[in-house]
């Protein structure tokens, strides 16, 4: 049974601040993994998808790394904006059977301070 | 293009009864899978619906049912309800490809049983 973790479970940093995000899976055998971003009382929205087959994937400020083998993902975010505070989740997405659903971690709440 | 939408946004009620919840898919996605998130917790795999059939379901009981529609809008129903089953419900749909599946989130549904 596949299982995912996030570390830290809570962060608070300093505006301008780079920060590195963790998630590791105990199952290696994945098709992808996604980064998520979940405001408070709210549904999640999608901010890096990395296919099995890839090392890493960047959206402006994001940066997120794959490594299979060992079971790890980190999500890099620059230069931390007060409007980047949220609840970021990693889940990955099974590579056996065809639903592929997404196994969730319990997510890091990221507080960046003005 | 529109995005995915959920009805209602926020329900309550009681122990013992049933609950109807309501998904529209992105515009040209053919699948539809339903999550549970506790207060706190990564969301859960409730099932998934693929061409109006059940296409995989998660560790949940069979009062936990749905319906996917010729439109692949979707319905997600819960019999008996326990006060466990407070919880934001989300529905995500995904083209199911083997080259493109990236599952795209609505706001959910807040559901609170008293």
């Known amino acids: 049974k596949q299982e995912v973790t996030q570390i830290p479970a809570a962060l608070s940093v300093p505006e301008g601040e780079n920060l590195v995000l963790n998630c590791s899976f105990t199952d290696s055998a994945i098709y992808n993994l996604q980064w998520f971003r979940q405001d408070p009382g709210k549904g999640l929205t999608s901010l890096l998808l990395i296919q099995s087959s890839q090392r890493e994937q960047t959206s402006g400020r994001l940066n997120a790394s794959l490594d299979k083998s060992s079971g790890r993902s980190t999500l890099y975010i620059a230069a931390s904006q007060p409007g980047d505070s949220a609840t970021y989740l990693c889940?990955?997405?099974?590579?056996?059977?065809?639903?592929?659903?997404?196994?969730f971690g319990s997510g890091t709440q990221l507080t960046v301070l003005p | 293009e529109t995005g995915v939408t959920q009805s209602p946004t926020h329900l309550i009620k009681t122990r013992g009864q049933q609950v109807t919840l309501r998904c529209s898919s992105q515009?040209?996605?053919?699948?539809v899978s339903w999550y549970q998130q506790a207060l706190g917790q990564g969301p859960q795999f409730i099932f998934q619906y693929y061409r109006e059939e059940e296409n995989g379901r998660g560790n949940f009981p069979p009062r936990f049912s749905g319906l996917q529609f010729p439109n692949y809008s979707s319905e997600l129903n819960v019999n008996a309800l326990e006060l466990d089953d407070s919880a934001l419900y989300l529905c995500?749909?995904?083209?199911?490809?083997?080259?493109?599946?990236?599952?795209?989130f609505g706001p959910g549904t807040r559901l609170t049983v008293l």
């Open positions: 889940a990955v997405r099974g590579g056996l059977g065809s639903a592929r659903q997404l196994t």
């Open positions: 995500a749909s995904s083209l199911l490809s083997p080259t493109y599946n990236e599952q795209f």
């Open positions: 515009s040209g996605h053919n699948t």
